[in-house]
């Protein structure tokens, strides 16, 4: 689960991690009325006006609408004219950004709408740096990355640079230890008061990640300010989906806004669905199978058009949903429904699709691999459906039937 900027920040200060003085607008008037507010509690005239959008890059983004304008856009008006010029100023952003489409490389091209702004006090920056929490699968543990090359992605880092990456992978019995933090702040230049702040920064950073249950934090850039402060100018925050049982107030966070509507709608019945790019729409139960025959399909030559795991014990209405949910797509010109019947069986998939048909109609190629618990009964079901449907004796022959009738 994914969170907005401000949102992490307002975390982040709740626990004690130094963030710049900001506020969320969602409105023109709203944007104007935090101006001198900033001003008066930082004693600092440059303001900060950011797009909320739950993706990265949006400094370097671009509006459809005005391509001049960026995502995140500096307001120094108030050096020389005062909090007016600076409120005239973040006016003028604020009614151009708001409603307006921000595309960035993390959004496509089809960008995505901006319906809040953050307000953010400006910062007197004397470097800035990378620095990121992350949970490492392989290992089921956190590990701490940061670098010297601030405001620059970290996928470029890695790819030109690799030796200007640093890692540490936190014991999860033992958490962050104090010479680990040490190396970082030595390894990223840190000296004096601001070594001491950067130690405390990733040390507390470290913590919120284990207390919050996140997946990433990632904090770029973090900046090291004139007066040796260490800040978190920037923030990208998500969540383990599968904890926010334990996190009421975080959840209530969720901007269903910034989601794709059928994962919504899955996510209702109970459902996994991750909308993709293809043309075969996949139904399976199991995450393992699930991308299996998304391999099949890129194997046999197809692009799948999403990801959903109906589960092991999903009942009749859910694989309706299921159905309906991937034939709603328009770019869907074929689904493949790849079933092993353990704790499913394989009569209950086929009554689901059938209602599902009945429901939605069927215009597009339909093939179906059946395979496990009460598999014959399925097939028969099907089979005495009338519905034009064509069997698989496994994945590689469904993968190439459903390809084969979607390009014929």
Do not use: W
Not at 3 to 32: D, N, W, Y
């Amino acid at each position: 689960m994914n969170i907005h900027e401000f949102q992490a920040k307002e975390l982040m200060k709740s626990r004690g991690i130094p963030v710049p003085v900001g506020r969320v607008a969602t409105s023109v008037s709203e944007a104007i009325g935090a101006v001198a507010p900033l001003i008066e509690e930082t004693g600092t005239p440059v303001v900060v006006v950011k797009s909320q959008i739950h993706a990265g890059g949006r400094g370097k983004g671009q509006f459809k609408e005005y391509p001049e304008l960026g995502g995140v856009n500096v307001v120094r008006n108030g050096i020389e004219g005062g909090v007016e010029a600076a409120k005239a100023r973040v006016g003028e952003l604020a009614a151009r950004m708001l409603g307006s489409t921000l595309v960035t490389v993390q959004t496509g091209p089809l960008g995505k709408p901006v319906s809040r702004l953050y307000v953010e006090s400006g910062v007197d920056i004397d470097r800035e740096l990378y620095l990121s929490v992350l949970l490492d699968r392989s290992t089921s543990k956190n590990i701490v990355m940061a670098s010297t090359e601030g405001g620059t992605e970290i996928e470029d880092v890695a790819e030109a640079t690799p030796e200007k990456i640093l890692k540490a992978q936190i014991d999860p019995g033992l958490g962050l230890l104090d010479f680990q933090a040490r190396d970082i702040a030595f390894g990223l230049g840190l000296e004096g008061a601001a070594f001491k702040n950067g130690v405390k920064f990733i040390k507390a950073l470290a913590s919120f990640a284990v207390e919050f249950d996140t997946d990433l934090i990632e904090i770029n850039p973090l900046v090291v300010t004139k007066d040796e402060s260490v800040v978190a100018l920037d923030c990208k925050m998500s969540f383990e989906a599968n904890a926010m049982y334990r996190h009421p107030d975080v959840r209530e966070m969720r901007d269903l806004s910034e989601e794709n509507a059928a994962e919504i709608e899955a996510s209702g019945y109970g459902l996994s669905f991750i909308k993709l790019d293809g043309t075969i729409g996949c139904m399976v139960n199991g995450a393992g199978l699930a991308m299996a025959t998304m391999d099949i399909i890129k194997y046999a030559g197809g692009e799948p058009a999403n990801f959903l795991d109906v589960g092991g014990g999903a009942e009749k209405d859910q694989v309706a949903a299921a159905f309906k949910i991937i034939t709603r797509d328009p770019s869907v010109k074929g689904i493949f429904v790849n079933i092993f019947g353990g704790i499913m069986r394989c009569d209950t998939i086929a009554q689901g699709v059938i209602e599902a048909v009945a429901e939605v109609g069927l215009s597009l190629p339909l093939v179906v691999r059946l395979e496990g618990t009460n598999v014959e009964l399925g097939k028969q079901i099907l089979d005495e459906s009338g519905l034009n449907i064509l069997s698989a004796t496994d994945m590689k022959d469904g993968a190439q039937k459903i390809l084969e009738a979607t390009r014929s």
